[in-house]
């Protein structure tokens, strides 16, 4: 099985949408609302936790983020449930240099329909990443939590609602869907 980086326009196919899939069993958490584009992330530490559906039962086999041309730091991408338990990450992870999808072999996980955070963190504010920018307060109104002092990503979250966040990192997962 092959797997590839997200296809252009991934982020601009709707406005508002969570769980869509892709061709070659890739699914993107990406909230899109306001303009997409690169910049730095917003605190060192931070966590953002992204809503997504998955409705059907499947196996997560990668995770990936869209990272930015500047980095020095780490990130760390991984999958929760719904009541924060952390379910696989990649770990801390050296940022690139380069503008790239980054993308996570992680230890295959099945998961059943449902609900599910994808969250990536930030070991520093200069790092860039590929994201859409809503207007504050949008990404709270759409389900995107966040978490101080999270890199690496912990075993269970600590959610909290940012009334000022606005950015939504471009990220999502590749996957091997199970008959039901």
């Avoid at 099985?1 to 997200?6: I, L, Q």
Wanted: glycine share 10%.
């Amino acid at each position: 099985m092959s797997y590839s980086a997200a296809p252009s326009g991934v982020w601009q196919q709707q406005a508002h949408f969570i769980g869509t899939q892709a061709a070659g069993g890739q699914w993107s958490s990406m909230i899109v609302d306001g303009a997409a584009g690169e910049g730095a992330w917003p605190t060192a530490d931070r966590a953002i936790y992204q809503p997504i559906r998955v409705p059907i039962r499947c196996i997560v086999r990668k995770l990936y983020v869209a990272t930015g041309g500047t980095g020095t730091g780490n990130f760390d991408i991984g999958l929760y449930n719904l009541s924060g338990s952390r379910l696989v990450s990649s770990g801390s992870t050296a940022h690139p240099a380069t503008y790239t999808v980054t993308v996570a072999d992680v230890t295959d996980t099945t998961i059943g329909p449902g609900t599910y955070w994808i969250a990536v963190a930030c070991s520093n504010n200069t790092d860039t990443f590929y994201y859409s920018t809503p207007a504050a307060p949008m990404a709270t109104a759409l389900g995107v939590l966040t978490q101080t002092s999270a890199m690496a990503l912990p075993a269970t979250a600590t959610f909290s609602i940012t009334q000022s966040l606005a950015v939504l990192p471009v990220c999502g997962l590749f996957l091997t869907t199970l008959e039901s």
